[in-house]
């Protein structure tokens, strides 16, 4: 009967225990990533277990290692292959009897059974015809014979506790150290663990093999001892003088494995990473030392050191020809960098390896990312459409050839524009629109067609600008002629009050901004400043008594027209603000940049002021002499004025009409519309005076 399977589907208990109730004979096959294991049955019965190649050792050494012989009296085993030639030799010696040699025969081939229980992962296979040569002829003449039963309850107590020592002792490759001395109370096993670890120099592989005790039981005692804190495990530095002392003495192989430790605790460290990526080089283990380069890099970028990171992704990529990866790391280094030559250049080599890999779409990708550094590079575009159709796609490398071919054409290079368009035909040799342009760039018609072409540009360009002159000294003539018309009609309305005034400086602004941009709104924008400052000096004269229509209404009396400008100036308050306190908000608004609500508050001011001067025209001229308005007058005709320069103050955006205007007004009428702000200033001016002037006053 022969099986196979995988031991992370199927248990080594049940195979044993398959084998057993068959009573087969053979040989079971244990593979992994060390190498085959070999367990002998005879009948169902264990008879012996071969160690992986390179990891055999016999019973004769065992005992060595035990103690219970010497080296020279284990030489008739290793000089004589012959069966039962050590157990005669040790029996005609005293030093052991055949007992006692098959229970530690049976011991070592137990261990080894109990060794291949522990794997985690790898497959067996059942064999009916095996490799003799593989097991020991000493172990062969104890004639052992074990039940899979006296072994399995022993296997299973060994992987639940071998977890356990996992978690503390993750790899036997482990340097450990005695942190302190052993004592008499020590039992013999943790003596001799402490005596072998106090130097921190060996691997516990190395240790447990020095002593003479069974792997299991080592691992035993080293946990006991971890939990106490009696031993640890070497730290990074110790690691590093580890790998320095075994690199002095020629152990390459063990100082590669010293500095991997000490970087498995400190990966940050810039000795042990330079340390070990050298001693692999030296050791030709290139694929090795790359991966080692790519971690350090990634340790020199985390530090923010992107040049020395660079380095090391190039030389990973000298070790490791057909990894990729250091490629793509020091492109995307590279075109961080903006350095475009030496991009180009890994970008060349990195299009080469995904090729040999059959990574098509991503070699499509490499070239593109460099051309959004140097959008127009020919080099990297003709790249491109070598991958394109070294990828069998034809059709993009034949339209990036016709993109170059026309570059070329627009700067007149007609010899680099027919090669070009060749390339272009033999992706595509049937694109009929290639073979024309191929045809006129050859025979000299496109040159002469282009010719023609810029004869007929520069005719035309001289013609759009004769006749945009032209355009534009009609629109001037235009604006001219309105503007001397609009000059008319203003001069007719001049004298007629500030209305008149601000009208014609509003008619003034709104031909000024139809024509902007001309010489005759340059021209318009000095008249419109004069037209502001001939209405300041309007408004001068209505602060004091302003004009009247005359009406054709009938008058009334002055009681009436009291009360019609009291509802203007003192409004009931559920009706409104006073005009004074109206006028000031709209002001403030308009002094804060808040044209919006300036202009709002504005329209109600206009329907007040409407609302007054209609009262005052209806007065007539006697009544408003008489004495009863005039205190109301006093009050009324500054606020009048107030109100038209605010309505002109936010009409008025020409800086050189605004600046007329506010000069104006700082000239004329502050002190006319603002009389507090003048007895203010007049107060302040007597309180700056001398003592003596204050007591004459």
């Known amino acids: 009967m022969a099986f196979a399977g995988d031991l992370r589907k199927l248990p080594l208990a049940d195979v044993f225990q398959s084998i057993h109730q068959n009573s087969l004979t053979g040989?079971?096959?244990?593979?992994?990533?060390?190498?085959?294991?070999?367990?002998?049955?005879?009948?169902?019965?264990?008879?012996?277990?071969?160690?992986?190649?390179?990891?055999?050792?016999?019973?004769?050494?065992?005992?060595?290692r035990r103690r219970k012989i010497e080296a020279k009296d284990a030489r008739p085993s290793r000089f004589f292959r012959r069966k039962g030639s050590l157990l005669k030799s040790l029996q005609r010696r005293n030093l052991m009897d055949v007992a006692e040699f098959a229970g530690m025969t049976r011991t070592l081939v137990l261990e080894r059974v109990y060794d291949c229980f522990l794997l985690e992962e790898g497959?067996?296979?059942?064999?009916?015809?095996?490799?003799?040569?593989?097991?020991?002829?000493?172990?062969?003449?104890?004639?052992?014979?074990?039940?899979p039963a006296e072994i399995l309850m022993e296997a299973m107590r060994r992987i639940d506790e071998f977890k356990r020592i996992k978690r503390a002792v993750p790899s036997f490759r482990e340097v450990y150290v005695a942190a302190r001395a052993p004592s008499e109370d020590d039992p013999p096993i943790v003596r001799d663990l402490l005596l072998q670890t106090a130097a921190g120099t060996k691997p516990l592989h190395e240790v447990f093999h020095s002593i003479p005790h069974t792997k299991f039981a080592c691992c035993e005692a080293l946990l006991g001892l971890v939990n106490e804190g009696d031993v640890r495990v070497a730290t990074a530095p110790e690691y590093l003088d580890l790998g320095k002392a075994a690199e002095a003495a020629g152990q390459h192989d063990a100082a590669a494995s010293y500095y991997s430790r000490g970087l498995a605790y400190e990966r940050g460290n810039r000795e042990l990473n330079q340390r070990r990526i050298a001693i692999l080089e030296r050791l030709r283990r290139n694929q090795e030392a790359a991966d080692e380069r790519k971690l350090y890099a990634g340790i020199l970028l985390e530090h923010g050191d992107k040049k020395a990171a660079a380095e090391q992704y190039a030389r990973a990529a000298e070790l490791a020809p057909s990894d990729p990866l250091p490629l793509e790391r020091l492109l995307d280094l590279l075109v961080e960098a903006k350095d475009l030559r030496e991009a180009t250049h890994t970008a060349d080599r990195l299009v080469r390896v995904y090729m040999q890999l059959g990574l098509s779409d991503k070699a499509k990708g490499v070239y593109p990312r460099l051309l959004v550094l140097s959008p127009r590079d020919r080099g990297l575009r003709e790249k491109l459409a070598d991958v394109h159709q070294r990828l069998h796609e034809p059709a993009t490398a034949a339209t990036i050839w016709k993109e170059l071919a026309q570059e070329e054409l627009d700067k007149g290079d007609v010899h680099d524009a027919a090669l070009l368009l060749r390339r272009a035909l033999e992706a595509q040799p049937d694109d009929i629109k290639v073979q024309a342009l191929l045809k006129d760039v050859e025979t000299g018609e496109h040159a002469e067609r282009r010719r023609r072409y810029r004869r007929y540009a520069v005719t035309a360009t001289a013609s759009l600008v004769v006749g945009l002159g032209l355009a534009r000294l009609a629109h001037e003539a235009v604006a001219v002629a309105q503007l001397r018309g609009l000059e008319r009609d203003l001069l007719r309305t001049i004298d007629r009050g500030?209305?008149?005034?601000?009208?014609?400086?509003?008619?003034?602004?709104?031909?000024?901004?139809?024509?902007?941009?001309?010489?005759?709104?340059?021209?318009?924008?000095?008249?419109?400043?004069?037209?502001?400052?001939?209405?300041?000096?309007?408004?001068?004269?209505?602060a004091v008594r302003p004009r009247y229509e005359p009406l054709t209404v009938p008058r009334e009396p002055v009681a009436k027209v009291l009360e019609d400008l009291r509802r203007v100036l003192d409004p009931d308050p559920d009706e409104g603000l006073r005009l004074e306190a109206a006028v000031e908000s709209a002001e403030a608004a308009l002094a804060r940049a808040d044209r919006e609500t300036a202009w709002r508050e504005l329209e109600p001011l206009n329907e007040r002021v409407r609302a007054a001067r209609l009262a005052l025209a209806r007065a007539g001229v006697e009544g408003r002499a008489q004495r009863s308005l005039e205190e109301d007058q006093r009050r009324l005709y500054p606020l009048l004025a107030r109100i038209q320069l605010l309505r002109a103050r936010l009409y008025l955006d020409a800086p050189r009409s605004v600046q007329a205007l506010e000069d104006e007004v700082a000239a004329r009428l502050d002190g006319r519309l603002h009389p507090g702000r003048q007895g203010a200033a007049q107060a302040a001016a007597t309180t700056t005076s001398s003592p003596q002037a204050a007591e004459r006053r």
């Open 498 to 542: 500030s209305d008149a005034a601000l009208g014609a400086l509003l008619a003034r602004e709104d031909h000024r901004r139809a024509w902007q941009g001309t010489w005759a709104g340059d021209w318009d924008e000095e008249a419109t400043a004069e037209l502001a400052r001939l209405f300041v000096r309007e408004l001068e004269q209505e």
């Open 27 to 64: 040989a079971l096959a244990i593979r992994d990533a060390h190498g085959e294991r070999l367990v002998a049955f005879r009948e169902g019965f264990v008879v012996g277990c071969a160690a992986p190649a390179g990891e055999e050792h016999g019973i004769a050494d065992e005992l060595v």
């Open 123 to 147: 497959s067996f296979e059942f064999v009916e015809s095996y490799d003799q040569g593989r097991f020991d002829e000493d172990e062969a003449s104890a004639e052992l014979k074990v039940a």
